[in-house]
């Protein structure tokens, strides 16, 4: 007879709300002050119109992100969940070597520590709570916060999303049942970007909240394609390279009027 794989276990109700906090725009790291150099295409006359920002973003999701953020968060993940310092080290020095530019390094820094002081105040509350007496630091949030030069956004984002996740288990079947887990924290982590960017082009363009909420339904349609890409990218082929968003980057560290800090 053929053997019916498992279904995989659905995350609990706790680990779902932790991975909607942390795609939440209220998520105390700045993402909110950030455009990604889109602030810059609109000085520049590139992007003008809500079709332009659903055009911009949507390729910056399957050429930038997909290729580089989401797939460093999809290998992270698992590196954490295995205690395997050696390799989350690994994909943070990529992630700081590959930032295009200077505003671009800026944020994934900044972004990363003030993720990892985050989770370090929840940890104090909850270790000072009567009800977590016996509970010990978790080492693996000291590691991170060494990282040098900075633990950089995805890998202290894949960090936050290892300590809610359940630990991976393997059935009989060969069915890896984080794989699902896995795939729910990606898109966490790319919904979050895609209501950042979407909020930074309503006030940068300026848009309306209707023209707002239809570009986010369009990157929403886009989303899992860029995950499975993302998924299925190897170390040999994951990559930074954006030129045009790199100029514009540059060129926006001294636009004369500016809202966002990249």
């Known amino acids: 007879m053929p053997r019916i794989a498992p279904r995989p276990t659905p995350l609990s109700a706790g680990a779902r709300l932790q991975l909607m906090w942390l795609?939440?725009?209220?998520?105390?790291?700045?993402?909110?002050?950030?455009?990604?150099?889109?602030?810059?295409a609109i000085?520049?006359?590139?992007?003008?119109?809500?079709?332009?920002?659903?055009?911009?973003?949507?390729?910056?999701?399957?050429?930038?992100?997909?290729?580089?953020?989401?797939?460093?968060?999809?290998r992270a993940v698992p590196a954490w969940q295995r205690h395997d310092l050696?390799?989350?080290?690994?994909?943070?020095?990529?992630?700081?070597?590959?930032?295009?530019?200077?505003?671009?390094r800026l944020q994934t820094e900044q972004m990363g520590r003030s993720l990892v002081?985050?989770?370090?105040?929840?940890?104090?509350?909850?270790?000072?709570?009567?009800?977590?007496?016996?509970?010990e630091p978790d080492p693996r949030l000291q590691h991170c916060a060494r990282l040098p030069p900075a633990p950089t956004w995805p890998v202290a984002f894949?960090?936050?999303?290892?300590?809610?996740?359940?630990?991976?288990?393997?059935?009989?079947?060969?069915?890896?049942?984080?794989?699902a887990a896995l795939r729910e924290a990606l898109l966490s982590f790319t919904f979050g970007w895609a209501e950042n960017m979407v909020q930074a082009a309503i006030k940068a363009v300026?848009?309306?909240?209707?023209?707002?909420?239809?570009?986010?339904?369009?990157l929403i349609h886009a989303i899992p394609d860029?995950?499975?890409?993302?998924?299925?990218?190897?170390?040999?082929?994951?990559?930074?390279?954006?030129?045009?968003?790199?100029?514009?980057?540059s060129r926006h560290e001294t636009q004369y009027s500016r809202l966002f800090r990249s």
């Not at 795609?23 to 810059?40: D, K, N, Q």
């Not at 000085?43 to 992100?65: C, P």
């Not at 300026?206 to 369009?218: E, H, V």
Request: glycine letters at 6%.
């Open 43 to 74: 000085d520049a006359g590139i992007v003008t119109t809500e079709a332009d920002v659903a055009a911009w973003l949507r390729d910056q999701l399957q050429l930038a992100v997909a290729r580089s953020d989401l797939a460093v968060v999809a």
């Open 226 to 249: 860029a995950i499975d890409h993302a998924l299925a990218l190897p170390d040999s082929q994951r990559q930074a390279f954006t030129p045009m968003l790199a100029i514009l980057s």
């Open 86 to 104: 050696d390799r989350v080290r690994e994909l943070n020095d990529w992630v700081v070597q590959t930032r295009e530019t200077a505003e671009l």
């Open 117 to 135: 002081e985050w989770l370090r105040n929840g940890d104090a509350h909850a270790l000072a709570a009567e009800q977590a007496t016996e509970a």
């Open 23 to 40: 795609a939440s725009p209220a998520l105390p790291v700045g993402g909110f002050s950030y455009s990604e150099g889109l602030e810059a």
């Open 158 to 179: 894949a960090l936050a999303v290892a300590r809610c996740l359940p630990s991976p288990k393997v059935h009989n079947s060969g069915h890896n049942n984080s794989e």
């Open 206 to 218: 300026p848009l309306g909240q209707s023209a707002g909420q239809r570009i986010l339904q369009a």
